[in-house]
């Protein structure tokens, strides 16, 4: 029961639709901004492709754009290879003390 009370229903406008979802209340902030993102990301293409491109395809390309930038951010946060010279640092401190 308690899991249902932290769940939330709510329409969000993506472009130009009403999407309704169940989501976790916690969460609700996230949903609305991604919304936000792909309405604010299609339109933009939609103004510099007025008429030339269909609706789908304007779909598209902000669904590239925004992984685009999704996965460029996912690499440029990977902190793996400064984990492995921080534990080599650590170890040779630890080997003169």
């Known amino acids: 029961m308690a899991e249902d009370n932290n769940k939330l229903h709510i ?3 993506v472009y130009d639709m009403e999407l309704p979802v ?3 209340r916690e969460e609700e902030e996230f949903y609305r901004n991604a919304a936000k993102l792909i309405t604010e990301t299609v339109n ?3 103004q ?3 008429g ?3 609706d789908k395809e304007l ?3 902000a669904l590239i754009d ?3 930038r999704y996965v460029k951010n996912k ?3 990977d902190t793996s290879p400064y984990d492995d010279i921080l534990a080599k640092i650590t170890s040779e401190i630890e080997e003169v003390l």
Do not use: E, G, Q
């Open 11 to 13: 329409r969000l406008h």
């Open 66 to 68: 925004i992984a685009l």
């Open 52 to 54: 030339r491109k269909s």
């Open 75 to 77: 690499d440029r946060n």
């Open 59 to 61: 779909l598209y390309m």
């Open 44 to 46: 933009n293409y939609a």
């Open 48 to 50: 510099v492709f007025k």
């Open 22 to 24: 169940t989501i976790v």
